[in-house]
């Protein structure tokens, strides 16, 4: 009971923290610019308020006019020879100024009824803007990367180029950065950051005790060593390719694609560089070099679900499949919405319907079923994994059972199909025929050069003058460490999306990363190395006030840590961890009739039957993933529903996950065996809480922090011993086997200490 209330008390303490956060969250006004930038100051306004009716799109585009283009804008009005939208330099003769600053609601832009309204800033924007001669240019995101030169600032605090762009920010802004964590936070944040694993304690106490210039330095080179370095960053890319253990749909029946994990887990190791990585998994059936491994990282095009069912329409679920690999290439490796030109001209990007079905030829010869083939593993086109082609030729995939295993890839036959534009989005509505292309408002496709395949794809993609793919990748790195990108909306770069907060920086990392092979260590290197990154958490009023969400990085975030990272942690400090990598999904503790409910009763996966043994320790990356049902835990701590491509998990903080942390099984066995062993060990009372607090916080305990947990421990031990029978039944928890001749109430006294410390938000949250 005492442990609930604590959790209370500690969500109350975060609820109050919110709103005393909100107390500061107004910015002050917004100053003008000196020189107002169209892509920053300028382009957001007009497509939040004006793109919708008069921008790229044809078909809405109202009176003719067109304000996304500068031959639009200059151009004489519809009903007007003598009448232009924007005269350069002149507010007089600008209709459209005069149309937002309209006194009669008649005359008003934007009108009444479509709910939107400018600003008195806004309006103020684009008055200087015209009056500075209204330049157009074309969006940040589509402009090829040039590397800038990294501002020179005078500081100690800068290690590396990152440090420069992010000072120098600070300043224009008045901010200072913090200064550099503790040594013990700064080893438990890089180390689940690059490995998703909490430091050990040999690890810890090396580090702490190496007083060397360069000892950061080496065991961030040791972490990106681990091995366990690549199931962390797979981690993150299985939102991407929408990786789960069923095909989805109402059957959901099971699916074997776990082969194509292991690779992906392998591919991160092996430090495969960024193009490599992407090539093997878009075209790596195309290659002239291919081989088993590339024919298998290809399974990143079948990840998308599969609707088995009988009566289905064929061609409509063929293009449904086609449909997500256009999707997921456009959100994966260009961060645009791509999918919004499926039906109609983008809204809001230069990104024509043609354009949409012109990428998507490039996916539509693949083979494809003829007809529903019933509740099967893999669908054709697949390769069949016996133990020798896994000897022989993909050492990495850990395959224990001496069942062969059937793992989906891609075929491609060139003169399969007709590739049209489906009319309205519609599956039998065909248009004119197109060939495979790409949007030349990212990058002509050149066919002089390219190929018109998935391979040609591929080389277009990592042609050093496409401006997205670079900036799109180095965004994700960076907002899988701080929490979020330097462009925020990292699924979207086109014009709804955010600017991104440092603009020279993204080009300077992109453009580097380029120019070092897309190395992905190192870039991961690179970022972590930097100050910025090693900063402490601390969060004073005065920066909440000017910048509440810590949009310049004045501090290093607070961040709660993902579903895997919260359950490997556990699983980890507690000895319990089962570190094997690779392998099939495995199924670990659930609630009893999840899958019962959400299934139609037929198949293998209409019963939830448990693994046991060292399964049950694997770590969260091999959770089986069952679509329509996912396990409630990682649900309820925001991870993805690998529905379709996630780039971005949201992040919450609820009471639900609070009372799913006191009540988990796998929090309260790590709780359970870790107190078995620490009371089987000579020490004291105070020495085994110091012990156990400094495994699972990564630090040294305060003398106020041991003192309170003494005396709960005193507190509890006195309440089992007058009711050993609620002792035996608090410790009766897991299937890991008992401690022989455990003391049952010093082992229930324990355990509920250490309880309590996996239940601190400082446990679960990266600061």
């Known amino acids: ?23 500061y969250a107004s910015i002050p006004g917004k100053k003008i610019p000196e020189i107002v930038d169209y892509n920053f100051d300028v382009r957001p306004i007009l497509s939040d308020k004006c793109f919708n009716c008069h921008g790229p799109d044809a078909n809405k585009r109202s009176a003719e006019l067109r304000l996304d283009t500068p031959e639009g804008a200059y151009k004489a009005l519809k009903d007007s020879e003598n009448e232009f939208a924007i005269v350069p330099k002149n507010i007089e003769k600008s209709v459209v100024y005069q149309r937002i600053t309209a006194k009669d609601s008649a005359d008003l832009m934007p009108p009444l009824d479509s709910n939107l309204k400018l600003s008195e800033y806004e309006i103020k924007v684009l008055k200087k803007w015209i009056e500075q001669g209204s330049v157009y240019e074309p969006h940040w995101a589509f402009i090829p990367v040039k590397k800038p030169e990294a501002p020179q600032v005078s500081s100690d605090w800068v290690n590396n180029e990152i440090d420069q762009f992010v000072l120098r920010k600070l300043n224009e802004v008045g901010l200072a950065p913090n200064e550099i964590a503790d040594k013990e936070r700064l080893l438990k944040r890089v180390s689940l950051d690059i490995t998703g694993l ?89 290659m002239p070099e291919k081989n088993m491994e590339t024919i298998l990282a290809t399974g990143f095009n079948r990840n998308h679900k599969i609707n088995q069912e009988a009566g289905i329409i064929e061609e409509e679920f063929r293009i449904e499949n086609v449909t997500d690999r256009t999707n997921t290439f456009g959100k994966a490796f260009l961060g645009l919405t791509l999918e919004c030109a499926k039906c109609h001209d983008h809204k809001y990007d230069p990104i024509s319907q043609k354009d949409y079905f012109s990428t998507f030829a490039f996916f539509d010869k693949v083979v494809h079923r003829e007809k529903a083939l019933g509740e099967v593993l893999a669908e054709p086109p697949l390769i069949t994994l016996t133990d020798d082609i896994i000897q022989k030729e993909l050492p990495f995939v850990n395959k224990k059972a001496p069942e062969n295993v059937d793992v989906m890839v891609i075929e491609e036959k060139p003169d399969i199909r007709t590739t ?19 949007p030349e408002s990212v990058l002509k496709f050149d066919t ?45 770069f086109g014009m709804q999306g955010d600017l991104p907060t440092h603009i020279g920086l993204l080009n300077w990392l992109s453009s580097d990363f380029m120019e070092n092979n897309w190395d992905i260590k190192r870039l991961v290197k690179q970022i972590v190395m930097s100050s910025t990154y090693k900063q402490s958490s601390v969060v004073t009023k005065e920066k909440l006030a000017v910048d509440p969400d810590n949009r310049y990085l004045s501090h290093m975030p607070r961040l709660r840590f993902s579903a895997e990272t919260i359950r490997d942690h556990a699983l980890a400090t507690s000895g319990l961890l089962n570190d094997e990598i690779g392998g099939r999904s495995v199924k670990v503790y659930q609630p009893d009739g999840i899958w019962e409910a959400a299934s139609s009763g037929r198949g293998i996966l209409a019963n939830y039957v448990q693994d046991h043994g060292e399964d049950l320790y694997r770590r969260g990356i091999y959770i089986f993933i069952k679509r329509t049902t996912l396990p409630p835990v990682q649900l309820t701590f925001d991870a993805a529903t690998r529905d379709q491509c996630e780039v971005k998990r949201q992040s919450t903080m609820t009471p639900l996950q609070a009372l799913i942390a006191l009540n988990d099984p796998t929090i309260l066995e790590a709780s359970r065996v870790l107190s078995e062993k620490l009371v089987k060990e000579k020490g004291t009372v105070e020495e085994k809480i110091e012990k156990a607090f400094g495994r699972i916080l990564c630090r040294n305990i305060k003398p106020e922090e041991k003192q309170m947990l003494v005396d709960y421990y005193h507190d509890q031990e006195a309440a089992f011993s007058a009711d050993k029978d609620k002792a035996r039944s608090f410790i009766e928890v897991g299937e890991y086997p008992i401690l022989e001749g455990r003391d049952e109430v010093k082992v229930a006294s324990l355990m509920q200490i250490i309880h309590t410390i996996y239940n601190l938000e400082e446990t679960i949250v990266k600061g």
């Open 420 to 438: 049209h534009v489906l009319n309205r989005g519609v599956y039998d509505d065909k248009g004119e025929i197109v060939q495979p292309r790409t």
């Open 1 to 23: 009971m005492k442990r609930i209330v604590l959790h209370i008390v500690f969500l109350c303490v975060i609820l109050v923290s919110c709103k005393e956060e909100g107390q």
């Open 198 to 286: 909490p430091p050990s304690t040999e690890m810890r106490k090396k580090f702490m005790q190496n007083q060397a210039g360069d000892a950061y330095e080496q065991i961030v080179d040791e972490l990106l060593a681990s091995k366990h370095y690549g199931e962390k960053m797979a981690s993150h890319w299985l939102d991407v390719a929408r990786y789960a253990d069923s095909h989805g749909f109402q059957n959901d029946q099971l699916r074997t694609m776990w082969p194509w994990r292991d690779w992906v887990i392998y591919a991160f190791n092996q430090n495969y560089s960024y193009e490599k990585f992407v090539t093997y998994q878009l075209a790596g059936d195309l």
């Open 448 to 492: 002089l050069v390219f190929d018109s395949n998935r391979l040609g794809l591929t080389k277009w993609l990592f042609d050093t003058k496409n401006p997205l793919t670079s900036r799109v990748f180095v965004n994700r790195v960076w907002q899988e460490i701080f929490g979020e990108g330097i462009v925020r909306s990292s699924g979207d």
